[in-house]
Every structure is written in structure tokens, then in C-alpha cells.
């Protein structure tokens, strides 16, 4: 199984620490980090912020020859388990890349987690450990082994599913419905104290339950779990679709203030977009043309 421990390495200086451990690999093991994300179809060129990419068989450093931009190759034999370590720096607060600092932290796979050519098919795992305390962890990724904050191991069928899911930590509000029977979980880092929780799950609720009947009728929707990822902040708006969950950007005026019945034009943006980002759970993650059938 591929396995990646990811640490925060110096939160102030934005960095996240990756360890990659290959069971059994090629010899000349080729790595490469995507150059875009699903949903957000631009070049993105992950790979500049990687650096400090180092390997190692057992106790013998193995040479690393980078092939290009967004790709290496390790002088590797193809006995012994393959560990590499390297730093990401993490300083873009959309819901495309990664961020980092001393509040929050947030990644998708992508950036953060290199591909290990010819074994993308093979389970993938995550191990989220040694955060600071408090800091609470949010994904759709399936729990093998995690403490009530989240920390603990994570795990997908492959790596395209393993980048699909989006990270989310620190401290964060939370909240859950079912919709259809599903679990569905509400996060939202950096509300103000006074924001009506209970009205954003109700109207998330009836958001959920009107999109699942539009594409199923009574029947259940196509996942086990549902996460919303909602990060508020002083000015923004933007959201990424996943296969089961979405990662979003809100202006703090823009969530329901506690006491106030009237629906701001604000508020309704932002039910605009979690409707919006949900459909795509549908048309675009599972509509799609054949030739996209795995992202």
C-alpha cells in the first residue's frame, strides 16, 4: 500500500512535511505531482512549491534526477521499501491548492501528494498525526483508525480517489443532518461567534434534499458521506466540486447572524453556491464524458 504521513513542518513558515513510503518499488521509481486539479481546469504547476526532496532504501541514500518540472526519478533497486521525504509550501488560500499557518491548515491531494507511476491503481493511505492541539481534522476520506478530533489514518481505493478528497484543519465549527438517510457534515472555519448554525444545517438540509429527489427520486444518492468545507473569511466566494464533498470560500456576512429572521441578498449568494457545488456531486463528477470517467 502507498503511504503518505503528512506533518506540519514550520507553520509559520507555511510548510507541510510529506513522507511517502513505497512498498516494492520499480526499480528507477518514476514520481510525478499533477499539474491541475479536477474541477478547476488550468495548469497550476504544483510542483514549484515542492522542495527538500530527499530518498532513502533501508539506510543507503538514493539519487533523485529530476525529469522535468513535475517529475523524478529514483535510483532505486526494486527490492527494499522506498521512502521519500519533502517539504510543500502551502501559502494559497482557495479552494485549489493548499494553505498553511498557525490557525489553519488545508490541502488537496494534489498538491501536496506525489504519484507513484505505475501503482496509482493500489490502495492509497494518509496519516494526519502530531497536529497542534485543539486542531480538529475534516474529510470525506474513508477513517481507518482516528481520535475524536480526526487525527488518525486515512484511506482510498486509489489515487485518484485519495486526491479527490480535500482536507480541512484546525479549529472548526461543526455540524450534521442526514439527507436521503446519508450523513451529511457541515464545517465552517473562521465564523464569528454569532452565526445561526442551526438555520445554515436547515437550509443546507432542504438544498440536499431537493437535489438528491432531482436526481434519484426516493432512491439513495450515489455515496456513503457527504462533507461541506466552508471557510469563512473577511472577502471571497468561490467553491471545488469532489466526489463527496466540496470545499468552499464565503465572505463572514455572507453566513445567517443569530437573531436575524430576514434573508439577506448575502445569505442567499451563499445558498446559491452550496447548491451549486453540490449539483456538481451529479453533472460533472459523475455526468461526464467517458474519456473523464476516472477523475
Keep these: 500500500m502507498i503511504a503518505y504521513r503528512i506533518a506540519i513542518a514550520d507553520a509559520h513558515a507555511h510548510l507541510f512535511r510529506v513522507t511517502l513510503d513505497i512498498p516494492n518499488p520499480a526499480a528507477q521509481q518514476r514520481l510525478s505531482l499533477p499539474v491541475w486539479i479536477p474541477g478547476s481546469y488550468l495548469v497550476r504547476e504544483f510542483g514549484r512549491h515542492l522542495s527538500a526532496l530527499v530518498a532513502h532504501q533501508g539506510a543507503r541514500a538514493v539519487p533523485l534526477t529530476q525529469l522535468d518540472k513535475t517529475s523524478w526519478q529514483a535510483d532505486c533497486s526494486g527490492r527494499g521499501a522506498l521512502t521519500l521525504s519533502y517539504l510543500v509550501y502551502a501559502f494559497d488560500a482557495s479552494v485549489r491548492t493548499a494553505f498553511l499557518d498557525a490557525s489553519r491548515g488545508f490541502f488537496n491531494g494534489t498538491s501536496l501528494c506525489l504519484r507513484v507511476e505505475g501503482r496509482e491503481a493500489e ?118 466540486e469532489h466526489r463527496a464533498s466540496t470545499a468552499l470560500i464565503a465572505a463572514r456576512r455572507d453566513l445567517p447572524q443569530r437573531g436575524k429572521s430576514e434573508t439577506s441578498d448575502a445569505y442567499v449568494t451563499l445558498l446559491g453556491l452550496l447548491s451549486h457545488e453540490y449539483f456538481h456531486t451529479w453533472n460533472v463528477k459523475r455526468l461526464k464524458p467517458r474519456e473523464f470517467a476516472r477523475y
Excluded at 154 to 178: I, N
Excluded at 206 to 220: L, P, Q, S, V, Y
Design 123 to 240: 490502495p492509497h493511505r494518509m496519516e494526519l498525526r502530531e497536529l497542534p492541539r485543539g486542531w480538529q481534522v475534516a474529510t470525506a476520506m474513508p477513517a481507518v483508525k482516528v481520535n475524536a478530533a480526526g487525527h488518525g489514518v486515512y484511506e482510498a481505493s486509489d489515487y485518484d480517489e485519495f486526491v479527490d478528497h480535500p482536507v480541512e484543519l484546525g479549529a472548526m465549527w461543526r455540524g450534521a443532518f442526514k439527507s436521503r438517510g446519508v450523513p451529511h457534515e457541515f464545517v465552517v472555519a473562521g465564523a464569528l461567534p454569532d452565526f445561526d448554525c442551526d438555520r445554515l444545517l436547515a437550509d443546507a438540509q432542504r438544498i440536499c434534499d431537493a437535489e438528491i429527489a432531482f436526481w434519484h427520486g426516493n432512491k439513495t444518492p450515489p455515496f456513503d458521506r457527504y462533507v461541506f468545507m466552508l471557510n469563512a473569511v473577511d472577502d471571497g466566494y468561490g467553491g471545488l
